[in-house]
């Protein structure tokens, strides 16, 4: 309805466009219409503006209201007239007198409005409410019209002839005084529309068509619902004298007075045409007659072919279904429920009847009464519950189990049913493609009735049933399975291919399980089957994605694909690698160097591993060596923030911060483990900013070891600034990471400004009740570069905590060029019991509260007294110095089993301090200068 609505719009707005004389009128009863042009006539009359509007092109816009025509026969409309209301009934055109309310030209178009005729018109002859010659009625109201102005009138409604066109309309409340209580459809389409309560107006005993009458073989009803008409001889519902009927229901048609057979049909009397894939029902005849409460078929054209019923419903009709007098061809149509006969006619007629159903048809004693007087030539294929059928031989005998639901009337057949391919082929040109619910008949064998059952439209489905993309190694996958279509009282059964080389064969389960124990993407088919029934098939590619929990990243990798679990096949990115893990994955890199010009921010339980055990094989690092001034992004390479979280085997490297913490890494939680962290630069550029961490910023508890921490620059131009800790940076309260087996060395912490802030070149603890420890590492060659007003500096380490554990460290070698001297560890309190300061080697300590190097300290002369050749970057332990064997393990944090080298940790009980064991050969560790 609205799509042929649609269309009948674009092709009149064409229609306008191609008239250079179109113009626009406008309607209002106040003669105020907003959004009219300026200057623009607003008319008061609407037969003003009808009479004004003479050309198909124009447009009269009505604004809402009710208005009254006044012309004697009615206006007559030949523009387009819309109303502009949001509801049809907004607009209301109505008769003011005893006339007709309007008629329509050629070319005329009605939309969007209600039309009323007069209870009172006396002087109509055809078509109370609208006489139409032509044109196009769409998305209207026409009702209570009246066709009363002596013994031959029509219409009381809607009289159309011309190719007038009538779509998507209520038609209701008509009455005339001869034909077509509601409609006189001489030529023209109606469709789409309801049609109801039409009358024959007076007791005329030649009365026909409550509703409608049709009488030109060029007419058409399609889709449209007529239900309640009254008349007093032929055609309670619908008169069909010449045309077709498609796709309706006729429902409800009443007549009063019928006699003989040329009077009845409660709801059609047919003498032409074709009445196709309609339900007719509930029609009735006052009179003590049974013509047809159906369908009555006695007169016109005695000819089979001129008189066509087809794929039709006609059930629940007292005073029989369908009564003949004449010859006519009846296919595929279901005649059943009703009462005193289904068929009666004329014995000698010419019935062509093929693949009908005649059945649960009684007379009033409830006794069979399917077909009397039927001539057995013509009828092929008919299927009754009739235990003897007078003349018709052949038939087939059916019970109420050939129905899907007999009781509650719904007359389909099932899946075993005996009209199920029982029908003859249909071999008309015109015969209908489609049974009653518009379904499509099969061609070869038919079934037999109005329905045909839909074996072909069996489908199958297969979905997963829970809304995942990606499953990952071991996975159970459930997966829904559905069919439609297949017979009723059926139970179909599936057999699943899961693309894994398994398949579940013959299962009736609809929800099927099955474990994936290999990863890749997995083209699922299921196929069905019941009995009565074709079998379908679906096949969906790709429907399961089982990824690995170890994924490979290859940098700039062409030939990426899932399930991305070799390194042939992984990851370009690390980001994107990093995006696709869950929790629990491995990201193994590939060796190469991995640009960032953003941070990896790892917040995921997962591990992120280079491929080798030598960091240097795999490098993350920023490419954005320079900072702008003012540039507020920061671009430090990686941050981890997940307890579970790991990374190892990596190169971290040119990070750049400023007035921010943690150049290469910010370590939140998680563990960082047997990387290089290098070249990072953490810079201060805001007044009374901060900047600390040039490589490392650990703002929780998190673990770092088994690292090298080296080259890395905290610095600060401006006054009253604080910027520290060159390497590594543990921030301020509370904290509880650990370092242990670290090589920190060759970081810078480089002041300037008349006031910087105190700060440390390697580790810098932040603070007063940072419990965070540093174990078994070596703090060595790190360089304050320029010098403070006072001692609040130190080159290796500086502590402002009370809870710290320093143990088993090697902190020497590290300088300060503005004051010329070794500033290895300052600390900022008193020796309190609190502090664990224990068992470190260093060749200078600072300590502001009258503290003393105690609890197993041991204070060195020189670097070279420890490490096998300081001034060149080997930090292996000399043999015998003053390390070997005198680390404690009582009170540790963590106790490796190996030191930076891989070198078996502990020995005969005993363990050196720093971060690597004295070892013949002792391995040795390169680092960038």
């Known amino acids: 309805m609205k799509t042929a609505k649609k269309l009948l719009s674009i092709l009149f707005i064409g229609a306008l466009a191609a008239s250079a004389s179109a113009a626009d009128y406008y309607v209002a009863l106040d003669g105020i219409y907003e959004g009219a042009p300026d200057g623009a006539t607003v008319y008061t009359s609407l037969d003003e503006a009808i009479t004004a509007a003479g050309n198909a092109a124009d447009v009269i816009h009505v604004k809402p209201g009710t208005y009254s025509t006044t012309t004697q026969d009615g206006p007559n409309l030949a523009a387009k007239l819309i109303g502009t209301g949001t509801s049809r009934d907004a607009v209301v055109i109505q008769s003011a007198g005893t006339y007709r309310t309007l008629r329509m030209d050629?070319?005329?178009?009605?939309?969007?409005?209600?039309?009323?005729?007069?209870?009172?018109?006396?002087?109509?002859?055809?078509?109370?409410a609208i006489e139409m010659s032509g044109g196009t009625v769409t998305n209207c109201v026409v009702r209570d019209g009246t066709a009363k102005a002596n013994n031959d009138i029509a219409g009381g409604n809607l009289y159309m002839t011309g190719g007038s066109l009538v779509v998507d309309c209520e038609i209701s409340g008509g009455r005339a005084m001869s034909r077509g209580g509601n409609v006189h459809?001489?030529?023209?389409?109606?469709?789409?529309?309801?049609?109801?309560?039409?009358?024959?107006?007076?007791?005329?005993?030649?009365?026909?068509?409550?509703?409608?009458?049709?009488?030109?073989?060029?007419?058409?009803?399609?889709?449209?619902?007529?239900?309640?008409?009254?008349?007093?001889?032929?055609?309670?519902?619908?008169?069909?004298?010449?045309?077709?009927?498609?796709?309706?229901?006729?429902?409800?048609?009443?007549?009063?007075?019928?006699?003989?057979?040329?009077?009845?049909?409660?709801?059609?009397f047919f003498q032409k045409g074709l009445i196709s894939r309609c339900t007719i029902v509930n029609g009735k005849i006052l009179a003590s007659v049974n013509r047809g409460g159906g369908i009555n078929a006695c007169a016109g054209d005695n000819n089979a072919t001129d008189k066509i019923i087809e794929d039709c419903l006609i059930a629940d009709n007292e005073n029989g279904g369908i009564y003949y007098s004449q010859n006519m061809s009846i296919y595929n149509t279901t005649i059943v429920d009703n009462a005193a006969y289904g068929m009666w006619g004329y014995a000698n007629r010419d019935i062509v009847f093929e693949n009908n159903v005649l059945f649960?048809?009684?007379?009033?004693?409830?006794?069979?009464?399917?077909?009397?007087?039927?001539?057995?030539?013509?009828?092929?294929?008919?299927?009754?519950?009739?235990?003897?059928?007078?003349?018709?031989?052949?038939?087939?005998?059916?019970?109420?189990?050939?129905?899907?639901?007999?009781?509650?009337?719904?007359?389909?057949?099932?899946?075993?049913?005996?009209?199920?391919?029982?029908?003859?082929?249909?071999?008309?040109?015109?015969?209908?493609?489609?049974?009653?619910?518009?379904?499509?008949?099969?061609?070869?064998?038919?079934?037999?009735?109005?329905?045909?059952?839909?074996?072909?439209?069996?489908?199958?489905?297969?979905?997963?049933?829970?809304?995942?993309?990606?499953?990952?190694?071991?996975?159970?996958?459930?997966?829904?399975?559905?069919?439609?279509?297949y017979p009723d009282g059926q139970t179909p059964t599936f057999t699943v291919n899961f693309g894994d080389g398994t398949e579940e064969v013959g299962t009736t389960e609809t929800e099927v399980v099955h474990e994936y124990t290999k990863a890749g993407k997995f083209t699922v088919t299921v196929k069905v089957s019941a009995p009565g029934a074709f079998n379908a098939e679906k096949t969906v590619s790709d429907l399961v994605l089982v990824g690995s929990k170890t994924i490979y990243v290859k940098s700039g990798n062409?030939?990426?694909?899932?399930?991305?679990?070799?390194?042939?096949?992984?990851?370009?990115?690390?980001?994107?690698?990093?995006?696709?893990?869950?929790?629990?994955?491995?990201?193994?890199?590939?060796?190469?160097?991995?640009?960032?010009?953003?941070?990896?921010?790892?917040?995921?339980?997962?591990?992120?591993?280079?491929?080798?055990?030598?960091?240097?094989d795999v490098v993350f690092q920023n490419t954005k060596t320079v900072l702008d001034a003012g540039d507020s992004y920061q671009y430090r390479v990686l941050e981890v923030n997940n307890a579970s979280a790991r990374i190892e085997n990596i190169t971290i490297q040119n990070g750049r911060v400023q007035d921010q913490y943690g150049a290469n890494l910010r370590l939140v939680s998680g563990v960082v483990s047997n990387?290089?962290?290098?070249?990072?630069?953490?810079?201060?550029?805001?007044?009374?900013?901060?900047?600390?961490?040039?490589?490392?910023?650990?703002?929780?508890?998190?673990?770092?070891?088994?690292?090298?921490?080296?080259?890395?620059?905290?610095?600060?131009?401006s006054d009253n600034s604080g910027y520290t800790g060159g390497a590594v940076f543990i921030v301020w309260e509370k904290q509880k990471a650990r370092i242990s087996n670290c090589l920190i060395a060759y970081n810078r912490y480089i002041t300037s400004g008349d006031a910087p802030k105190p700060g440390a070149a390697g580790i810098h603890f932040g603070g007063s009740n940072n419990n965070s420890s540093v174990e078994n590492c070596t703090v060595v060659s790190n360089v304050v570069v320029g010098a403070l007003a006072d001692d609040s500096?130190?080159?290796?380490?500086?502590?402002?905590?009370?809870?710290?554990?320093?143990?088993?460290?090697?902190?020497?070698?590290?300088?300060?060029?503005?004051?010329?001297?070794?500033?290895?560890?300052?600390?900022?309190?008193?020796?309190?019991?609190?502090?664990?300061?224990?068992?470190?080697?260093?060749?200078?300590?600072?300590?502001?509260?009258?503290?003393?190097?105690?609890?197993?300290?041991?204070?060195?002369?020189?670097?070279?007294?420890?490490?096998r050749d300081f001034e060149h970057g080997d930090f292996g332990l000399r043999v015998s110095c003053a390390a070997y064997n005198k680390g404690t393990r009582t009170g540790l944090a963590l106790s490796p089993s190996v030191d930076l080298a891989g070198k078996e940790r502990v020995k005969f009980g005993y363990i050196d301090i720093g971060c690597y064991e004295c070892q013949k050969p002792a391995g040795l560790m390169i680092l960038l200068q």
Request: hydrophobic share 35%; proline share 2%.
């Open 185 to 268: 459809l001489l030529a023209g389409v109606i469709r789409d529309c309801a049609i109801t309560g039409g009358t024959i107006v007076e007791s005329d005993t030649n009365g026909i068509g409550g509703n409608l009458f049709v009488n030109d073989g060029s007419a058409v009803v399609s889709n449209c619902t007529i239900t309640g008409g009254t008349v007093a001889a032929r055609g309670g519902n619908v008169f069909l004298e010449n045309g077709s009927i498609y796709d309706s229901q006729i429902s409800g048609g009443v007549v009063t007075t019928a006699s003989d057979q040329y009077y009845g049909g409660g709801n059609v």
């Open 360 to 485: 649960g048809n009684t007379n009033s004693t409830g006794a069979v009464a399917a077909w009397s007087n039927a001539k057995t030539a013509n009828a092929k294929q008919l299927a009754t519950d009739a235990s003897t059928l007078s003349k018709v031989s052949g038939y087939i005998a059916i019970g109420s189990n050939a129905f899907a639901d007999y009781d509650n009337g719904d007359y389909r057949p099932v899946a075993d049913s005996l009209l199920v391919d029982r029908g003859v082929a249909d071999s008309r040109e015109s015969a209908s493609a489609t049974d009653l619910l518009g379904n499509p008949r099969l061609s070869g064998t038919i079934d037999i009735g109005c329905y045909e059952y839909q074996k072909t439209t069996m489908s199958v489905d297969i979905a997963l049933a829970d809304s995942v993309e990606t499953v990952y190694v071991p996975a159970n996958v459930t997966f829904n399975v559905s069919a439609t279509g």
């Open 675 to 717: 990387c290089v962290i290098r070249g990072g630069t953490a810079s201060v550029v805001g007044y009374n900013a901060n900047a600390a961490g040039g490589g490392v910023e650990i703002a929780g508890e998190a673990t770092l070891t088994h690292c090298v921490i080296s080259n890395n620059v905290v610095n600060g131009t």
């Open 106 to 128: 050629a070319g005329s178009w009605l939309e969007n409005v209600t039309v009323v005729g007069n209870t009172d018109i006396t002087k109509v002859d055809n078509g109370g």
């Open 558 to 616: 062409e030939s990426a694909a899932f399930p991305y679990d070799t390194p042939e096949t992984g990851y370009a990115t690390v980001q994107t690698a990093y995006e696709n893990a869950t929790d629990g994955s491995e990201i193994i890199v590939v060796g190469g160097t991995y640009d960032f010009s953003g941070q990896l921010s790892v917040t995921k339980a997962v591990a992120v591993r280079g491929a080798s055990a030598n960091p240097e």
């Open 793 to 867: 500096d130190s080159a290796g380490i500086h502590c402002t905590t009370w809870y710290g554990r320093l143990r088993n460290n090697i902190i020497a070698g590290n300088y300060e060029t503005g004051k010329g001297r070794c500033t290895s560890v300052k600390l900022d309190f008193d020796d309190r019991n609190n502090y664990t300061y224990h068992n470190n080697i260093t060749d200078d300590v600072l300590i502001t509260e009258s503290g003393t190097m105690s609890k197993g300290n041991i204070l060195v002369n020189s670097p070279a007294d420890i490490f």
